[in-house]
């Protein structure tokens, strides 16, 4: 009974910035890690950042460290990923997930519940 719908993905610059919005409906998520990964053709999907039930843990893949920051909001039942200093390479469809509430963050199996996917595109 969970819903994560994903918005915020368009179409930018090299070195612009896009902030990603992830809203719950159904159950609620505040009791449970969040996590963003993001797929490119070709590609499998990759682990991209997660954040704790409380927000107060995160962590990030290496390609993004720096650049990207990922925050909840429980009362809006919403998750966000900030995105800075944008490159092609970060080109894919970004979705959003709820952690089943065990110990790895990094495994995309560890997550019960998935979003339909924002696009992402950066232009060179």
């Known amino acids: 009974q969970v819903q994560l719908v994903e918005s915020g993905g368009g179409l930018v610059q090299a070195g612009g910035s896009l902030r990603l919005s992830c809203a719950a409906s159904g159950r609620t998520f505040s009791s449970y890690p969040m996590g963003w990964f993001r797929q490119a053709p070709g590609k499998e999907r990759e682990f991209v950042a997660a954040?704790?039930?409380?927000?107060?843990?995160?962590v990030y893949a290496d390609s993004v460290k720096g650049r990207f920051t990922i925050s909840r909001d429980n009362a809006k039942n919403t998750v966000y990923l900030q995105m800075n200093t944008l490159k092609p390479e970060d080109t894919a469809v970004y979705y959003c997930?709820?952690?089943?509430?065990?110990?790895?963050?990094?495994?995309?199996?560890?997550?019960?519940?998935w979003g339909q996917g924002t696009q992402v595109t950066v232009s060179s």
């Open positions: 997930a709820r952690h089943r509430g065990g110990s790895s963050l990094y495994v995309g199996r560890e997550y019960e519940y």
């Open positions: 954040i704790s039930w409380s927000g107060g843990f995160t």
